[in-house]
T-cell receptor
């Protein structure tokens, strides 16, 4: 079964600084990767996804992620963060080991943007 | 507007009581899912359904039950057998059951057992 590790539980950063949120997954022949964002007491919103093709994926709100098969990583980056980016971010991998579209989530990384 | 609605937003329950969480979608999606979220643990899959009248257990199904009688509805019942039900519950849907299909989430229901 797939597993996802988000290496940092919290990442503090100053406004307008760059940020990288790290995500590693267990290896699989076919893997589909997703990043979601969750604002307090709300549901999850899709930021971006990697299905195939270019390893650099661009998403909403200026975020991008790079799929690295050899390192089994899918790190999320933003060159300049805003206060409004403060939220929890989840990396997820689609487990196609059997019936259904089962997403396996990491534990989440809380991004705290300080002024 | 199309989307997923969950009700209620907050729910309180006494120990020993069953409670049902509502999830409705008007996206015409075939597949629906229930996740449980606890602090520091991410989301864990409780049940999922790819089509009407069919559903499968996820990783933590014990103490929960579901039904899928209509395409747009996927209610979750938290039974008294669930030992630690206090959590944030999220419902999701996707157009189909393929691994490439994006899951869209509702706003969640926070359940507290008193």
């Amino acid at each position: 079964a797939q597993s996802v590790t988000q290496l940092d539980s919290q990442v503090p950063v100053f406004e307008e600084a760059p940020v990288e949120l790290r995500c590693n997954y267990s290896s699989s022949v076919s893997v589909y990767l997703f990043w979601y964002v969750q604002y307090p007491n709300q549901g999850l919103q899709l930021l971006l996804k990697y299905l195939s093709g270019s390893t650099l994926v661009k998403g909403i709100n200026g975020f991008e992620a790079e799929f690295n098969k050899s390192q089994t990583s899918f790190h999320l980056r933003k060159p300049s963060v805003h206060i409004s980016d403060t939220a929890e971010y989840f990396c997820a991998v689609s487990d196609n080991g059997g019936y259904g579209n089962k997403l396996v989530f990491g534990a989440g990384t809380i991004l705290r943007v300080k002024s | 507007d199309g989307g997923i609605t969950q009700s209620p937003k907050y729910l309180f329950r006494k120990e020993g009581q069953n409670v049902t969480l509502s999830c409705e979608q008007n996206l015409n999606h075939d597949a629906m899912y229930w996740y449980r979220q606890d602090p520091g643990q991410g989301l864990r899959l409780i049940y999922y359904s790819q089509i009407v009248n069919d559903f499968q257990k996820g990783d933590i199904a014990e103490g929960y039950s579901v039904s899928r009688e209509k395409k747009e509805s996927f209610p979750l019942t938290v039974t008294s057998a669930q030992k630690n039900p206090t959590a944030f519950y999220l419902c999701a849907s996707s157009i189909g059951g393929r691994s490439t299909d994006t899951q869209y989430f509702g706003p969640g229901t926070r359940l507290t057992v008193l």
